[in-house]
Structures are given as structure tokens and as C-alpha cells.
């Protein structure tokens, strides 16, 4: 069986520990030993740019991630101009990966209760598995369950990680995480009202914060 390869997409800003253990518990369940984080360049579906820049974010996430050897980030999404979509990272990787190499990118289950509404969203499936891990403030979850995903995913939906394993792509599976309710939102509304983020990002992350005076006038 090839070696999978999991793809951690998100705006990051910052990354925080939530974002560290959907990786890490993601990594364990779906036996990736590699994890690319992803900055994305553009968020466009959030209708407004991301408050610290695309290099801030970037370095943010160096900081978070340098004392694991299963993590790596890619600046590919930082690089490319216009809205940033996830079929074009997902179809680059594919590419120089070749057709066998199962790709899991991993996300929560309110960004992937919004897939239906991603850039060639169906052509997603061709091209990676989805590894979903249920976030603990995800009303829409705890009231549906798996229906709070678009109902043309769950044929997709599996709970046999041989199978998703054994192809290349076009899986769906659901992972029960520890919940850990942190936003970037939250860290941001508390450094703009002078709170701590002490246990809510690495150090090095939170000092980069407080060094370059990021997100301190409002979110
Ligand atoms: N605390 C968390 N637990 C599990 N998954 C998370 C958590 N925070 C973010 N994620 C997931 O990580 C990915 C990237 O998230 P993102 O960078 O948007 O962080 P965020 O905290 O949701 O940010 P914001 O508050 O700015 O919306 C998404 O797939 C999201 O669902
Ligand atoms: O490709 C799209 O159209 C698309 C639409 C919404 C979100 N995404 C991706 O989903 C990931 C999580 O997004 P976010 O806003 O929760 O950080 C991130 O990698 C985004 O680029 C992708």
C-alpha cells in the first residue's frame, strides 16, 4: 500500500492548537506520516482578506510546526494570484505526486459542511480523500450529525480506513476528536482587548503576535 499523504488547508491566522491536534489526531487515525499544511492565499469565501499577511501566517505556522518531523508547510497557495481554490492545489499535488499516492486532506466539519460550495466542489473527489474531524462548536453537526453535509457526499462516507486507504481518492470519513474549542477569531478578539493567549497557540506563536503587534486594532 503507498505511503498517504495528508493536506491541512486553512487560513491560519493564527494557527493555533486547535489546528495542531486536528493534525496530529488526524495523522494518527489515518496513518499519514507526512502533513503539508496549506496557508491559503486568498480566502475569497470569507469575503474579506485575512488580517495578517500572507508571509505573517506563513511564519506563524513555521513557528507552530517546527518541532514535529510528520509536519511540513508549502507556500504554494501564498504564491498563486486571485482566489485561492483547493481543486488547483489539490490537482497540482496530484500531478507531481502521480495517480497512486492516496491524498487525504483534512479539514473540520464546518469547512466541510460548506464543501458544496467550493470551486469544481464534485471534481474534489477525483482528486483526494477527506479526512473530517468533528470540531466541538459545530452546532450544525450536533443538530444533523452526517446530514449536515450535502446529501450527494454520503455515498462517499465510509468507516473502513483499508478501503480509503487502498484508492487514491474519492473517500469521506468522519473522526471524533478531542474537542478543543479555539477560533482565530477568539485569539484575535483577545489580543485586540489586551488578553492572553497563553495555551490557546504555541509560544513562539503568541510572542510573534505580541512582536509585531498583530491583530490589535479589532477583527
Ligand atoms: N478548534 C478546532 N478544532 C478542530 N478543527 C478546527 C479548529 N479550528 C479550526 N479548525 C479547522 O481547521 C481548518 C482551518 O481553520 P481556520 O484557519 O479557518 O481556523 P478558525 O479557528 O476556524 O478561524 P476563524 O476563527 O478565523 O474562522 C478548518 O478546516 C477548520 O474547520
Ligand atoms: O476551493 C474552494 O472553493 C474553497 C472554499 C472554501 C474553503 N476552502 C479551503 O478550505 C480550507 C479551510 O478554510 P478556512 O476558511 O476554514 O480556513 C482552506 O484550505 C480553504 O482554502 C476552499
Redesign the pocket.
Known sequence: MTSPLGLF?????PI?F??L??ATELAEAFKLEQVIFLPAGLPYHRGAAAHATAEQRLTMVKLAIQRDARFDVDDRELRRSGPTYTYDTLAEVRAERGPQVPLVFL?????FGQIHTWHRWTELFDLAHFAV?I??DDTEWLSKGPGAFHADVGPRVTLNLRELLGSPAGKVMTFS?TP???????IRNLVKDDGSIRYLTPDPVAEYIRSHKLYHSGT
Open positions: 488547508g486553512g487560513t491560519f491566522d493555533h486547535g489546528h491536534r486536528l479539514l473540520g466539519s464546518d469547512a474531524a470540531r466541538a476528536m478543543l474549542a479555539i477560533a482565530s477569531t477568539a
